[in-house]
């Protein structure tokens, strides 16, 4: 019996032939990523008493959500950070103003390849199964033993498959994909279970939009999600390695793979942007249906919607208009390298001439602790990941969560708009 590349990676990591859902194995881990929370895992770590972690060159350490820092204890947090990794010898760290978003810099460092086990204290370390990877959030006290060990256990994941045909509407994108598809199967519709996304249409995305699928998918309850390794991932790889990456049968799913369920979705069905409103990610509407709902606040960033390809479908949208008077739009780029390509591109200028304002590269206020918290009662429009009461701030405040063309056009018109609306009224 075949089997699905969840359980293929899970049984090479744990060195057996075959493995099957709800066994539990014990895998060794490839790479281990922590953001701030490494202080956290760091202070496990030292209370069980070993010296050395188990392999500096497998961890990687980047601070991305409150930078820079924003009080005295996260500055203290992130000193007690770099001390460490000046110890231990960690040489994969990326400090304020040398990377960016956690998953955002393991993606264009070449650190995640496929086949590989990557844990990290994060949840949306899903987001890595765009490269083939089984790549899943843990906690602190679990990453501790990680970095101890260099191993840990896992209960295999039945695996859910999702096909896509047939072709998206305009101005439809891998987000308004996404959250179609969370709307229809549910928060906990992929509760401990790996995702795999194929089809043609997700074979034409690029691997910036195939991230937002592996991204968002643990908001569905994903253990894990994965999209094709094929060719344009090969690509993408090949630039941030400087090497070529073989395609092996180790990283696709076998073709006799039992699956728990098998989704076929039919693009065409999904004609224009979706919506998430709050205050859950799989409430999700059709733009159309949403009604007159003004905007204070529009955040284009995050590691959902941070990418070049986000930053451009903005900025062509803003270019000679205005973002509107009652709307503050904030710009957070992914990482520094995305920064950097986007003003050569002229991106931002374009974004700043318009209205926007630039954060320094980081998750800012999608974690609701700086860089454009909202107000009680106050409304965002946001290419982020999550909605949750508070999420972004005061639990009087809502979020609503969209693509970056959606967001663009909900800044100029000042409410949430489709982006055909503002072309349609600077045309006439």
């Known amino acids: ?9 899970l049984a090479r990591a744990s060195g057996r032939e075959t493995v099957s859902p709800d066994e539990v194995v014990v895998a060794s881990v490839d790479l281990a990523m922590s953001h701030e929370n490494a202080d956290l895992v760091r202070k496990s770590f030292q209370e069980i008493g070993v010296a050395r972690v188990w392999d500096p060159e497998r961890i990687v350490i980047i601070l991305d959500h409150r930078v820079p820092a924003e009080s005295e204890k996260t500055a203290a947090t992130h000193k007690a950070i770099r001390e460490f990794v000046h110890q231990q010898g960690i040489r994969n760290f990326y400090d304020v103003g040398r990377g960016g978003i956690c998953h955002q ?34 906690g602190a006290t679990e990453m501790a033993g990680v970095w101890i060990e260099g191993q840990l256990w896992f209960k295999v994941p039945a695996t859910i498959r999702i096909e896509v045909d047939g072709e998206l509407g305009p ?39 195939r991230m937002v699928l592996a991204n968002l998918a643990m908001e569905m309850g994903a253990k894990v999600a994965f999209t094709p390794v094929d060719g344009e991932l090969i690509d993408y790889l090949g630039e941030r390695t400087g090497r070529r990456i073989p395609i092996s049968a180790s990283v696709e799913p076998d ?34 249906e949403l009604g007159n709902i003004p905007v204070n606040q529009a955040v284009i960033g995050s590691c959902t919607n941070g990418r070049l390809e986000d930053l451009e479908v903005a900025a062509r949208l803003l270019a000679g208009r205005r973002v509107h008077p009652r709307t503050r739009l904030l710009i957070i780029p992914a990482s520094q390298q995305v920064l950097l390509e986007a003003i050569r591109l002229g991106y931002i200028q374009k974004l700043l001439s318009a209205g926007g ?27 982020t990941n999550r909605n949750f009461v508070g999420r972004m701030g005061s ?21 949430i708009a489709h982006p055909e609306e503002i072309l349609t009224e600077t045309a006439a």
């Not at 954060?359 to 009680?376: D, M, R, S, T, Y």
């Open 171 to 209: 101005w439809v994108s891998a987000k308004d994909l996404i959250l179609y598809i969370i709307g229809r199967l549910g928060a906990d519709g992929a509760d401990y279970r790996a995702v795999e996304f194929d089809g043609p249409v997700i074979r034409q995305f690029t691997v910036a939009s």
């Open 105 to 138: 810099v393991l993606a264009e460092k070449g650190h995640v390849l496929p086949g590989m086990v990557v844990v990290g204290t994060d949840s949306h370390t899903t987001t890595h199964g765009a490269f083939g990877a089984f790549a899943t959030g843990i």
């Open 395 to 415: 639990k009087d405040s809502r979020v609503y969560l969209a693509s970056p063309a959606v967001v663009a056009a909900s800044a100029v018109a000042g409410r």
């Open 1 to 9: 019996m075949g089997m699905t590349l969840a359980e293929k990676i």
């Open 357 to 383: 304002i630039l954060n320094p590269p980081g998750c800012g206020p999608c974690v609701g602790v700086h860089q454009g918290i909202l107000a009680a009662g106050e409304v965002c429009i946001s290419s």
């Open 255 to 288: 073709v006799d793979a039992q699956y728990e369920k098998v989704i076929e979705i039919d693009a065409d069905a999904i004609s224009e942007p979706q919506v998430a409103c709050p205050h859950a990610v799989d409430q999700v509407l059709p733009l159309s």
